[in-house]
Protein backbone atom coordinates (compact mmCIF):
# COMPACT_ATOMS: atom_id res chain seq x y z
CA UNK A 1 0.00 0.00 0.00
CA UNK A 2 1.54 3.61 -0.96
CA UNK A 3 1.74 6.17 1.22
CA UNK A 4 -0.40 8.56 -0.57
CA UNK A 5 -3.59 5.50 -0.20
CA UNK A 6 -2.41 5.32 3.68
CA UNK A 7 -2.97 9.33 3.75
CA UNK A 8 -5.82 8.80 1.79
CA UNK A 9 -7.34 6.07 4.10
CA UNK A 10 -5.88 8.36 7.74
CA UNK A 11 -8.36 11.28 6.11
CA UNK A 12 -11.32 8.79 6.37
CA UNK A 13 -10.76 7.74 9.51
CA UNK A 14 -9.79 11.32 10.66
CA UNK A 15 -12.88 12.87 8.80
CA UNK A 16 -15.09 10.54 10.65
CA UNK A 17 -13.75 11.72 13.57
CA UNK A 18 -13.88 14.93 13.67
CA UNK A 19 -17.66 15.17 11.93
CA UNK A 20 -18.57 13.05 15.31
CA UNK A 21 -17.09 15.84 17.80
CA UNK A 22 -19.00 18.53 15.81
CA UNK A 23 -22.23 17.02 15.45
CA UNK A 24 -21.69 16.52 19.70
CA UNK A 25 -21.09 20.41 20.10
CA UNK A 26 -23.97 21.01 17.41
CA UNK A 27 -26.00 18.96 19.33
CA UNK A 28 -24.91 20.58 22.68
CA UNK A 29 -25.87 23.76 21.93
CA UNK A 30 -27.85 24.48 19.06
CA UNK A 31 -25.56 26.52 17.28
CA UNK A 32 -26.48 27.44 13.47
CA UNK A 33 -23.10 28.64 13.07
CA UNK A 34 -21.87 24.89 15.15
CA UNK A 35 -24.16 23.29 12.86
CA UNK A 36 -22.34 24.35 9.76
CA UNK A 37 -19.03 23.62 10.68
CA UNK A 38 -20.52 19.91 11.43
CA UNK A 39 -22.26 20.01 8.27
CA UNK A 40 -19.08 21.53 6.36
CA UNK A 41 -17.35 17.83 7.70
CA UNK A 42 -19.91 15.36 6.71
CA UNK A 43 -18.27 16.71 2.94
CA UNK A 44 -14.66 15.81 4.31
CA UNK A 45 -16.06 12.43 4.68
CA UNK A 46 -17.72 12.24 1.44
CA UNK A 47 -14.72 13.76 -0.27
CA UNK A 48 -12.06 11.93 1.65
CA UNK A 49 -14.26 8.51 0.39
CA UNK A 50 -14.04 10.08 -3.34
CA UNK A 51 -10.26 10.90 -2.69
CA UNK A 52 -9.24 7.60 -1.92
CA UNK A 53 -11.41 5.92 -4.35
CA UNK A 54 -9.56 8.43 -7.19
CA UNK A 55 -6.21 7.70 -5.62
CA UNK A 56 -6.83 3.78 -5.75
CA UNK A 57 -8.07 4.06 -9.49
CA UNK A 58 -4.99 6.23 -10.45
CA UNK A 59 -2.88 3.72 -9.46
CA UNK A 60 -3.34 1.43 -11.61
CA UNK A 61 -0.94 0.83 -14.52
CA UNK A 62 -1.50 1.75 -18.08
CA UNK A 63 -3.68 -1.28 -20.36
CA UNK A 64 -5.31 -1.05 -23.59
CA UNK A 65 -7.82 1.07 -22.64
CA UNK A 66 -6.00 3.75 -21.29
CA UNK A 67 -2.55 3.68 -22.77
CA UNK A 68 -1.55 6.75 -20.57
CA UNK A 69 -2.89 5.88 -17.15
CA UNK A 70 -5.80 6.23 -15.29
CA UNK A 71 -3.31 9.62 -13.46
CA UNK A 72 -6.16 12.25 -13.96
CA UNK A 73 -8.14 10.16 -11.97
CA UNK A 74 -6.97 12.22 -8.68
CA UNK A 75 -8.37 15.44 -10.96
CA UNK A 76 -11.78 14.08 -11.09
CA UNK A 77 -12.08 13.75 -7.09
CA UNK A 78 -10.59 17.16 -6.28
CA UNK A 79 -13.73 18.78 -9.09
CA UNK A 80 -16.13 16.36 -6.97
CA UNK A 81 -14.78 17.89 -3.62
CA UNK A 82 -15.59 21.76 -5.02
CA UNK A 83 -18.81 20.23 -6.21
CA UNK A 84 -20.03 18.90 -3.08
CA UNK A 85 -18.31 21.94 -0.97
CA UNK A 86 -20.49 24.57 -3.10
CA UNK A 87 -23.63 22.25 -2.30
CA UNK A 88 -22.79 22.35 1.41
CA UNK A 89 -22.12 26.09 1.56
CA UNK A 90 -25.78 27.07 -0.36
CA UNK A 91 -27.16 24.08 2.78
CA UNK A 92 -25.70 26.15 5.27
CA UNK A 93 -26.96 29.87 3.71
CA UNK A 94 -30.48 28.04 3.98
CA UNK A 95 -30.19 27.50 7.58
CA UNK A 96 -28.37 30.99 8.46
CA UNK A 97 -31.46 32.92 6.68
CA UNK A 98 -33.63 30.54 9.15
CA UNK A 99 -32.05 31.62 12.10
CA UNK A 100 -31.48 35.24 11.25
CA UNK A 101 -35.04 35.50 11.12
CA UNK A 102 -35.73 33.78 14.56
CA UNK A 103 -32.66 34.14 16.28
CA UNK A 104 -32.45 32.30 19.87
CA UNK A 105 -30.07 31.79 22.47
CA UNK A 106 -27.53 28.69 22.35
CA UNK A 107 -27.08 26.47 25.04
CA UNK A 108 -23.75 25.04 26.90
CA UNK A 109 -21.68 27.68 24.24
CA UNK A 110 -18.65 26.98 26.66
CA UNK A 111 -18.71 23.15 26.77
CA UNK A 112 -19.83 23.38 22.94
CA UNK A 113 -17.07 25.50 21.62
CA UNK A 114 -14.41 23.44 23.97
CA UNK A 115 -15.74 20.33 22.19
CA UNK A 116 -15.18 21.85 18.69
CA UNK A 117 -11.90 23.49 19.83
CA UNK A 118 -10.85 19.52 19.98
CA UNK A 119 -11.98 18.79 16.76
CA UNK A 120 -10.17 22.10 14.98
CA UNK A 121 -6.96 21.22 16.32
CA UNK A 122 -7.39 17.24 15.02
CA UNK A 123 -8.12 19.39 11.86
CA UNK A 124 -5.48 21.71 11.84
CA UNK A 125 -2.70 18.99 12.50
CA UNK A 126 -3.82 17.08 9.88
CA UNK A 127 -4.53 19.54 6.84
CA UNK A 128 -0.69 20.72 7.86
CA UNK A 129 -0.05 16.37 6.66
CA UNK A 130 -1.90 16.70 3.95
CA UNK A 131 -0.68 19.40 2.47
CA UNK A 132 2.90 18.77 2.76
CA UNK A 133 2.70 14.86 1.59
CA UNK A 134 0.12 15.84 -0.84
CA UNK A 135 2.61 18.32 -2.59
CA UNK A 136 5.37 15.99 -1.87
CA UNK A 137 4.21 13.24 -3.41
CA UNK A 138 2.44 15.52 -6.00
CA UNK A 139 -1.41 13.94 -5.88
CA UNK A 140 -4.21 16.87 -6.69
CA UNK A 141 -6.72 14.77 -4.75
CA UNK A 142 -4.37 15.24 -1.41
CA UNK A 143 -3.81 18.83 -2.06
CA UNK A 144 -6.93 19.36 -2.51
CA UNK A 145 -8.56 17.69 0.58
CA UNK A 146 -5.63 19.28 2.71
CA UNK A 147 -6.37 22.66 1.45
CA UNK A 148 -10.51 22.32 2.45
CA UNK A 149 -9.31 21.20 5.64
CA UNK A 150 -7.28 24.36 6.15
CA UNK A 151 -10.55 26.11 5.36
CA UNK A 152 -12.63 24.58 7.43
CA UNK A 153 -9.74 25.10 10.38
CA UNK A 154 -10.09 29.02 9.37
CA UNK A 155 -13.88 28.80 9.03
CA UNK A 156 -13.87 26.99 12.85
CA UNK A 157 -11.46 29.02 14.28
CA UNK A 158 -14.04 32.19 13.21
CA UNK A 159 -17.15 30.64 14.63
CA UNK A 160 -15.74 29.95 18.13
CA UNK A 161 -14.73 33.88 18.02
CA UNK A 162 -18.43 34.76 17.06
CA UNK A 163 -19.97 32.40 19.56
CA UNK A 164 -18.03 33.82 21.99
CA UNK A 165 -18.79 37.37 20.87
CA UNK A 166 -22.90 36.06 21.72
CA UNK A 167 -22.50 34.90 24.49
CA UNK A 168 -20.81 37.82 25.58
CA UNK A 169 -22.98 40.47 24.15
CA UNK A 170 -26.53 38.56 24.15
CA UNK A 171 -26.35 39.11 20.31
CA UNK A 172 -27.74 36.41 19.79
CA UNK A 173 -28.18 37.25 16.03
CA UNK A 174 -24.23 36.94 15.50
CA UNK A 175 -24.89 32.95 15.69
CA UNK A 176 -26.26 32.69 12.20
CA UNK A 177 -25.46 35.87 10.72
CA UNK A 178 -21.66 33.87 11.38
CA UNK A 179 -22.68 30.95 9.94
CA UNK A 180 -23.54 32.96 7.18
CA UNK A 181 -19.86 33.98 6.25
CA UNK A 182 -18.99 30.44 7.10
CA UNK A 183 -20.91 29.84 4.02
CA UNK A 184 -19.63 32.39 1.66
CA UNK A 185 -16.26 30.92 2.65
CA UNK A 186 -16.94 27.87 1.92
CA UNK A 187 -18.02 29.13 -1.30
CA UNK A 188 -15.04 30.58 -2.12
CA UNK A 189 -12.80 27.32 -1.05
CA UNK A 190 -14.69 25.25 -3.30
CA UNK A 191 -14.21 27.42 -6.27
CA UNK A 192 -10.37 27.47 -5.53
CA UNK A 193 -10.80 23.84 -5.70
CA UNK A 194 -12.64 23.48 -8.70
CA UNK A 195 -10.24 26.01 -11.15
CA UNK A 196 -7.26 23.98 -9.83
CA UNK A 197 -8.40 20.42 -10.79
CA UNK A 198 -9.86 21.87 -13.99
CA UNK A 199 -6.27 23.30 -14.97
CA UNK A 200 -5.29 19.63 -14.94
CA UNK A 201 -8.02 18.34 -16.39
CA UNK A 202 -7.10 20.87 -19.70
CA UNK A 203 -3.44 19.64 -19.62
CA UNK A 204 -1.91 22.81 -18.22
CA UNK A 205 1.98 22.96 -18.85
CA UNK A 206 4.40 22.54 -15.64
CA UNK A 207 5.52 25.44 -13.78
CA UNK A 208 7.73 28.35 -15.14
CA UNK A 209 10.17 27.17 -12.84
CA UNK A 210 10.44 23.46 -13.35
CA UNK A 211 10.28 24.17 -17.40
CA UNK A 212 13.26 25.89 -16.73
CA UNK A 213 14.84 22.91 -15.66
CA UNK A 214 13.79 20.83 -17.98
CA UNK A 215 14.90 23.09 -20.77
CA UNK A 216 18.70 23.47 -19.27
CA UNK A 217 18.70 19.86 -18.41
CA UNK A 218 17.90 18.97 -22.56
CA UNK A 219 20.51 21.12 -23.13
CA UNK A 220 22.99 20.35 -20.79
CA UNK A 221 22.99 17.00 -21.66
CA UNK A 222 21.82 16.25 -25.58
CA UNK A 223 25.53 16.52 -26.74
CA UNK A 224 26.15 15.32 -29.91
CA UNK A 225 22.60 16.62 -31.09
CA UNK A 226 22.03 20.62 -32.32
CA UNK A 227 18.94 21.24 -31.03
CA UNK A 228 15.76 20.64 -29.50
CA UNK A 229 12.53 22.36 -30.29
CA UNK A 230 8.44 21.85 -30.17
CA UNK A 231 8.89 21.25 -26.28
CA UNK A 232 5.78 21.16 -24.52
CA UNK A 233 4.50 19.73 -21.20
CA UNK A 234 1.20 18.79 -19.14
CA UNK A 235 0.38 17.04 -15.84
CA UNK A 236 -2.11 14.13 -15.22
CA UNK A 237 -2.02 13.60 -11.27
CA UNK A 238 1.45 12.95 -10.18
CA UNK A 239 2.75 12.11 -13.78
CA UNK A 240 4.43 15.08 -16.02
CA UNK A 241 4.80 14.27 -19.83
CA UNK A 242 7.29 16.24 -21.72
CA UNK A 243 7.79 15.90 -25.67
CA UNK A 244 9.96 17.57 -27.79
CA UNK A 245 11.82 17.26 -31.33
CA UNK A 246 15.74 16.71 -31.18
CA UNK A 247 17.48 17.36 -34.26
CA UNK A 248 21.07 15.86 -34.92
CA UNK A 249 23.20 15.70 -37.94
CA UNK A 250 22.39 13.91 -41.18
CA UNK A 251 24.79 11.80 -41.30
CA UNK A 252 24.59 10.65 -37.31
CA UNK A 253 23.54 7.15 -37.34
CA UNK A 254 20.64 5.70 -35.53
CA UNK A 255 22.56 4.00 -33.09
CA UNK A 256 24.27 7.19 -31.82
CA UNK A 257 20.91 9.11 -32.00
CA UNK A 258 19.24 6.69 -29.83
CA UNK A 259 22.27 7.06 -27.16
CA UNK A 260 21.70 10.99 -27.18
CA UNK A 261 18.09 10.41 -26.34
CA UNK A 262 18.37 7.61 -23.66
CA UNK A 263 21.21 10.26 -21.86
CA UNK A 264 18.56 12.76 -21.84
CA UNK A 265 15.82 10.73 -21.14
CA UNK A 266 17.89 9.17 -18.21
CA UNK A 267 18.62 13.29 -16.98
CA UNK A 268 15.67 14.37 -17.07
CA UNK A 269 14.54 11.70 -15.22
CA UNK A 270 16.84 12.49 -12.15
CA UNK A 271 15.89 15.97 -12.46
CA UNK A 272 11.66 15.77 -12.33
CA UNK A 273 10.19 13.06 -10.42
CA UNK A 274 7.32 10.83 -11.92
CA UNK A 275 7.83 11.95 -15.96
CA UNK A 276 7.03 10.11 -19.21
CA UNK A 277 9.15 11.50 -21.83
CA UNK A 278 9.00 10.98 -25.70
CA UNK A 279 11.73 12.24 -28.10
CA UNK A 280 11.30 12.87 -31.88
CA UNK A 281 14.11 12.66 -33.74
CA UNK A 282 14.72 14.36 -36.97
CA UNK A 283 17.82 15.57 -39.64
CA UNK A 284 19.40 18.86 -39.16
CA UNK A 285 17.20 20.49 -42.28
CA UNK A 286 14.07 20.16 -39.65
CA UNK A 287 15.61 22.63 -37.70
CA UNK A 288 13.70 25.87 -36.55
CA UNK A 289 16.88 28.08 -34.83
CA UNK A 290 14.27 28.76 -32.75
CA UNK A 291 14.10 25.98 -29.61
CA UNK A 292 16.73 24.97 -26.70
CA UNK A 293 20.40 25.53 -27.83
CA UNK A 294 22.73 22.43 -27.61
CA UNK A 295 25.55 22.88 -25.14
CA UNK A 296 28.50 20.50 -26.40
Request: aromatic share 6%; with cysteine; charged share 15%.
Amino acid sequence: MSLVVKLAIGSLIVGIAVLGLKALAWWMTGSVALMSDALESTVNVATAIAALIAIRVAERPADAEHPYGHHKAEFFSAVLEGVLIIVAALMILREAYAGIMAPHPIDAPLSGLLVNGVATAINGVWCYILISRGRANRSPALTADGFHLLSDVITSAGVAVGIGLAYATGWWILDPALAALVAVNILWSGWKVMTSSLSGLLDEAVAPDTLTLIRETISSEAAGALEAHDLRTRHAGRMTFIDFHLIVPGEMSVLEAHKVCDRVEAALKAAVADISVTIHVEPEHKAKHTGIVVVD
